[in-house]
């Protein structure tokens, strides 16, 4: 089954992870953007705070869910303590419309 993998980052950590990603060898590609954190889920910094919002950036892999595990494992190893935060969901469907 197809998942979606979801991993939602601090803006420093966007070259160390992207590099990493682009490495690992059971990953074919993957999508990043620059996002908004709202909420009191993560500790925010005084112009954090003010503004309401944190910066972050959100990778999105559409994964087989078996090889999931195995990039969190090594997500896990490679970067302890990153507090990256990740979401799995499945995929319905999933194609290129040509």
């Known amino acids: 089954m197809k998942c979606l993998l979801a991993l ?10 992207s590099d990493w990603l682009l490495l690992h060898p059971q990953i074919d590609g993957f999508t990043s953007q620059l996002a908004s954190g709202h909420g009191a889920g993560h500790a925010m910094s005084i112009s954090e705070q003010v503004e309401g919002q944190r910066k972050q950036m959100i990778y999105w892999l559409e994964l087989d869910d078996e090889r999931v595990k195995t990039v969190l494992d090594g997500l896990s190893s490679s970067f302890a303590g990153a507090e990256i935060h990740y979401w799995q969901l499945p995929l319905s469907a999933s194609g290129i419309i040509r």
């Open 8 to 17: 939602i980052v601090k803006p420093s950590l966007e070259a160390a992870l």
